[in-house]
């Protein structure tokens, strides 16, 4: 049902044009908002932070590879940030299945129903304690077609670790991927 749902909304959204995507929204509340929320400015913001160093799950039927995650894993590490193992999902894993996420870690999954097609080509859903900010789990959703595409996962990760959108061209952060880039100013760990 999922798997038919998906091929549809997929070829509907290459007929648009993959300029102006957003690469999705960012909830600061563990609830999926929609529709998208506004980009922040041109400086790097964060909202919640990891008290320990999450985990990656990689759900069985993700839309990335290990390589491709170890990858942005990287982008991150060298910007002072620290994770657990990376490891894939079993088929049958409850919050996969659920299109939840494990607690302490960051879930990377396929895109669920309430995933805005069309205009997004991922998006991330990070779950916090409001009065102290920690953020207890992550789930990434990507659609597999832009799973390998460059920048779109170290965006996602990028939310997970807290980070808001804002629209610094050729920022990591950028929340439009056809603008985005590598720069990460204003995102390393403990940046104020
Ligand atoms: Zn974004």
């Not at 999705?24 to 999926?32: A, E, K, S």
């Not at 069309?118 to 998006?123: C, N, P, V």
Request: charged share 15%; with cysteine.
């Amino acid at each position: 049902m999922r798997a038919v749902m998906f091929a549809a909304l997929l070829m509907w959204g290459d007929g648009h044009q993959k300029t102006h995507l957003t690469i999705d929204d960012v909830p600061n509340r563990p609830v999926w908002i929609h529709p998208v929320i506004p980009i922040h400015g041109r400086k790097a913001h964060q909202e919640g932070y990891w008290m320990s160093p999450p985990s990656i799950l990689l759900c069985h039927e993700g839309p990335v590879t290990i390589s491709r995650i170890e990858r942005a894993v990287r982008y991150w590490t060298r910007l002072g940030y620290t994770f657990g193992t990376v490891s894939q999902a079993l088929p049958g894993n409850p919050d996969c299945i659920a299109n939840k996420a494990s607690y302490g870690t960051i879930t990377i999954d396929v895109p669920s129903q309430t995933f805005q097609f069309g205009t997004h080509l991922g998006s991330t859903k990070a779950w916090r304690f409001t009065a102290t900010d920690e953020i207890f789990k992550a789930r990434i959703e990507i659609i597999p077609a832009w799973g390998s595409s460059e920048r779109i996962l170290e965006h996602e990760i990028g939310h997970a670790l807290g980070w808001r959108d804002m629209n610094s061209v050729g920022h990591i952060m950028h929340g439009v991927w056809t603008a985005g880039g590598y720069n990460s100013t204003g995102v390393k760990n403990g940046t104020e």
